[in-house]
């Protein structure tokens, strides 16, 4: 037994090694997990960032050129669990180029416009703003909190080409085709525009949704504009968006996001103020939900943090509260 032991890790080392020399491959993760408490319910164990575990790699093709792909994987830090049911890498499953073109890359990613939004929220997409019961969101989130059922906004997207250019003096652009793969149904596509030099931001981006039912009459789309600045110890964003359904019930969203971090005692405070307006139209008047976020970030080292968060949801009239510990590798 130990001699057919010690051979499989002689196999495997050498499978590794030659592995090594072909391409450059990596392990990473995000460990996260704290203590919550919601108005109304009990306190429980849950992320603040999504606990996950990836590969990624190149090969260097020559000419500049190199392959490269990604596969990611979500699970559940409290119980280990994986996140979704009968998908492993549901995260990110692609393949790709890049090179003096730009970079390309084919299967399930970030959906484009809804990446964009790491860029202005300081709780990075996943902080308190969402996690009371998740009224706002940008792209169509009944502020009931009732997910819109033909909601324009993904934060994910499978089948798709994803195309970033290279950055000319701080503007890049990116563009993303979803293929819907059913008959007579139309693919859907987004088209963003990104600013980054010194201490200025800014994007722009619109979609039109891609359609998983043949023959649909609805054509759901989302626009956006958003940016910020930094001053010293302290930077400011702002993002609006609007999103139509092209559903008479669901109607438009209407979303505004303000956002403030500010570096001190060797952590950063993070504040956000998010608005967001439906209006139907089949049901008189509009629904407004608003959401407030107050949190300290504290850095243990380059990947181990603590954080104390509190948010308040003014439509549902829910605050919540968490202290929590994020680890990446």
Do not use: C
């Not at 967001?276 to 850095?299: N, W």
């Amino acid at each position: 037994m130990k001699k057919i032991t010690l051979a499989a890790l002689i196999i495997a080392s050498f499978a590794a090694a030659t592995a090594q020399a072909q391409s450059n491959v990596v392990v990473y993760g995000v460990v996260d997990l704290g203590l919550a408490k919601t108005s109304g319910s009990s306190m429980v164990e849950r992320e603040n960032q999504a606990s996950r575990i990836g590969f990624k790699g190149t090969e260097d093709l020559g000419n500049g050129l190199k392959a490269i792909f990604n596969l990611e994987s979500e699970f559940k830090a409290d119980t280990g669990a994986q996140a979704t049911t009968n998908t492993l890498f549901d995260r990110q499953a692609w393949v790709g180029l890049t090179g003096n073109f730009g970079t390309v890359y084919l299967g399930r990613t970030k959906d484009l416009l809804d990446g964009t939004l790491a860029r202005v929220d300081p709780f990075n997409t996943y902080g308190v703003i969402g996690k009371i019961n998740e009224p706002v969101m940008r792209g169509g989130q009944s502020p009931n909190g009732a997910t819109a059922a033909a909601a324009v906004g993904a934060s994910r997207v499978s089948n798709a080409i994803t195309y970033n250019s290279p950055s000319f003096s701080g503007f890049v652009v990116s563009g993303q085709v979803v293929a819907s793969e059913i008959k007579n149904a139309d693919s859907g596509y987004s088209l963003v525009a990104t600013y980054d030099m010194g201490p200025a931001s800014a994007h722009a981006g619109y979609q039109r949704k891609v359609q998983t039912v043949a023959n649909a009459a609805a054509e759901p789309t989302l626009w956006l504009v958003g940016g910020g600045y930094k001053f010293g110890p302290a930077k400011v964003t702002f993002d609006y968006s609007k999103a139509d359904t092209d559903v008479t019930t669901t109607g438009e969203f209407k979303s505004f996001l303000l956002g403030l971090a500010y570096d001190i005692g060797g952590g950063a405070i993070k504040a956000s103020y998010v608005k967001q307006k439906q209006d139907s139209r089949t049901v008189s008047g509009k629904e407004t939900a608003k959401a407030f976020g107050l949190g300290y970030d504290y850095p243990l080292s380059k990947r181990t943090a603590v954080y104390v968060y509190g948010g308040r949801d003014q439509f549902s009239e829910k605050s919540m509260y968490q202290l929590g510990m994020t680890h990446k590798f």
